[in-house]
């Protein structure tokens, strides 16, 4: 790979930050992985198509990622360029006539969730404990309580890996549980339009996302780094409660846990490594399909070698 060449056109016509040799878990809210070749963060879409130009004219391969929420990084680190959109670029929130948000996607959801609350807008207080952006949320339809972000979406902006810029419905998003069609395609989300609902009176739902935030702080274990829900839910039954019916609450290799708190989180201990916890995934991947019969399959993304 041509690395010294692409940061030295890249340079030339990108203003945001550029980091080499920098190390994964310093990115994702596990604290694991080894070190990404070079990482950007880009303060503009400009920024962005930038970076995709230069990476293909130099055949650098380069991975997305928002703020790393969802997201085990091997420890071998990542060939090729990491692309954050969680810089300032990415972090507009716009508040339009009818209930009408368009939102960066590198915005938390927990700000999110909150912004439009103050603007008396129901409909996102649900999502203000899901630890990632907003470009993430919408990418995997992330879901609580019975809601779901496909429900609001209306537009999806998108650069193309190709440099160009593009606007997508939600009908072309292709949203299905924990998925949509955004996921695997050359694209990557730069901003979202939301449709929620003007209320007169927010108090009873911001009363409900406080009381669903100390729910999470109860059930969850916040107290380590994690990367949310290991498992996807099987149909018809929940990921977290298979785990501990199979006897997995607590198991440990190295210093990746199933957390004794909640069956569908591991947690980083200290020193955990991306290989401690594949091995601990795949050891309650065998025996949760031992004991129910159910095989778990990864609501988190690898990178990395």
Request: charge should be neutral.
């Amino acid at each position: 790979m041509e690395i010294a060449r692409f940061l030295a056109d890249l340079k030339t016509q990108f203003q945001g930050e550029i980091f080499t040799d920098e190390p994964m878990r310093k990115h994702t809210t596990w604290k694991i992985g080894g070190k990404a070749d070079v990482l950007v963060r880009p303060s503009s879409e400009e920024d962005l198509q930038a970076v995709f130009r230069c990476a293909n004219r130099y055949e650098i391969p380069y991975y997305v990622i928002g703020k790393g929420s969802n997201l085990l990084v091997k420890d071998g680190g990542i060939r090729g360029v990491v692309i954050e959109i969680a810089a300032e670029g990415f972090q507009e929130i716009s508040v339009g006539e009818n209930g009408v948000v368009v939102a960066g996607a590198g915005v938390s959801m927990a700000k999110l969730a909150k912004e439009t609350l103050n603007h008396n807008l129901s409909g996102l207080g649900w999502s203000a404990g899901i630890p990632g952006s907003l470009g993430g949320a919408v990418m995997m339809n992330a879901g609580a309580y019975g809601y779901h972000m496909a429900s609001y979406v209306t537009k999806i902006n998108l650069v193309e890996y190709i440099g160009t810029r593009r606007q997508i419905s939600k009908a072309e998003a292709d949203f299905s549980y924990r998925h949509s069609g955004l996921m695997g395609k050359p694209w990557v989300v730069t901003s979202v339009e939301l449709a929620l609902t003007p209320v007169a009176d927010v108090s009873d739902e911001i009363q409900q996302m406080k009381d669903w935030l100390k729910e999470r702080a109860a059930k969850q274990p916040l107290d380590y780094p994690s990367a949310g829900s290991v498992f996807k839910n099987p149909e018809g039954s929940h990921a977290g409660f298979l785990v501990e019916q199979s006897g997995c609450r607590g198991m440990q290799v190295g210093e990746a846990q199933v957390s004794t708190k909640h069956g569908n989180f591991i947690v980083n201990l200290g020193k955990a490594t991306a290989c401690d916890v594949l091995s601990l995934i795949e050891k309650v991947q065998e025996r949760v399909l031992q004991n129910s019969g159910h095989k778990l399959e990864l609501e988190v993304r690898i990178l990395g070698e």
